[in-house]
């Protein structure tokens, strides 16, 4: 849109505030969050977005905040996206494998899930609805560099949280983005009142993104009560892909002193289309989530992908 990148910071945080606020709501109704394990994430993580904004207004003093925001955003988004998609590709396989027993299989932990869960540093803290016990050193450590990322890059933290809570806490993917709505709502609360009261925010446009953007969490959380883990991460990682192939673009723009406005458009282009394959494939999760339960035929190969009711 233009924005000059701590406005666009602040904005985000102002509609990933509300955004998360409702996706909190209908996951709550769902039974899909463990409000305890957000909380206890979302304290730490506080800390961590004043000095994430901390850290981003010192780059504003060096004037070199937009391209170290991309930067740190491509690494992240980049790593994150690729190690998602490797993996649910990987579990997809074995799903295909096994038949009709994957309706009976139960959900197994990632092997570095395993590790840190083994880690038996005192205090421990149990999760019942999330069935894990972890040391409270992990998830001070995890929180307090979510919140770093929110309020350096202005994320919410999201794309950050629920491949954490998956492959790090071990818990199911449709369990992970309830939970992770807590931690956003708190943090994204806090930064976004931060770059308000500086005057970093522009409400409008926020407000302009909010009317389109709560319909779509409405709906994307009534999908995950019929599709499985790995296709909620299989969208996430392709989804955080496109869109760092996005700030890929907009950096090569801001290397080249904004001399190739051609860069910034695609840039615009691939960040949008990041958004509508999102949307799309969702839609089209659930209307082939709708053939399976009715008994209707459906590609042999997304069968795994779909809960069976």
């Known amino acids: 849109m233009g924005l000059p990148v701590t406005l666009a910071v ?5 509609w990933v505030f509300f955004n998360s606020m409702a996706g909190a709501i209908i996951h709550r109704n769902h039974g899909n969050s463990d409000i305890k394990l957000g909380i206890y994430i979302a304290l730490p993580s506080l800390i961590g977005v004043e000095a994430g904004i901390q850290l981003a207004l010192y780059m504003r003093s060096l004037g070199v905040q937009e391209v170290a925001i991309l930067c740190v955003s491509i690494g992240l988004m980049t790593f994150i996206g690729a190690y998602t998609i490797i993996e649910s590709l990987k579990r997809k396989d074995y799903l295909d494998q096994i038949g009709d027993e994957r309706n009976v299989v139960s959900y197994l932990p990632t092997a570095s899930a395993r590790k840190l869960q083994g880690i038996q540093l005192p205090p421990l803290v149990h999760f019942n609805r999330s069935g894990i016990t972890v040391s409270l050193w992990i998830i001070l450590i995890m929180g307090f560099l979510i ?9 919410g933290g999201g794309f950050i949280i629920v491949p954490a809570l998956v492959y790090l806490m071990g818990i199911p993917a449709v369990l992970a983005v309830g939970t992770s709505t807590m ?37 994307g959380a009534s999908v995950t009560k019929y599709v499985r883990g790995v296709a909620i991460r299989m969208v996430l990682g392709m989804t955080i892909l496109i869109v760092s192939a996005g700030a890929i673009l907009k950096l090569g723009w801001l290397v080249f002193d904004k001399t190739l406005p051609l860069l910034q458009s695609l ?11 999102s949307m799309v494939t969702v839609v089209l999760l659930r209307f082939i989530s709708r053939r399976y339960r009715m008994g209707k035929r459906i590609p042999l190969w997304s069968e795994s992908l779909f809960q069976q009711h």
């Open 10 to 14: 602040g904005t985000s945080l102002f």
């Open 183 to 219: 931690p956003v709502v708190l943090s994204s609360l806090y930064g976004g009142g931060r770059y308000l009261l500086s005057g970093d925010v522009a409400i409008r446009i926020g407000l302009v993104i909010l009317s389109t953007s709560i319909p779509g969490v409405i709906y």
């Open 267 to 277: 840039a615009y282009i691939v960040t949008i289309g990041g958004m509508l394959f």
């Open 147 to 155: 919140g770093v990322s929110t309020g350096f890059i202005g994320t």
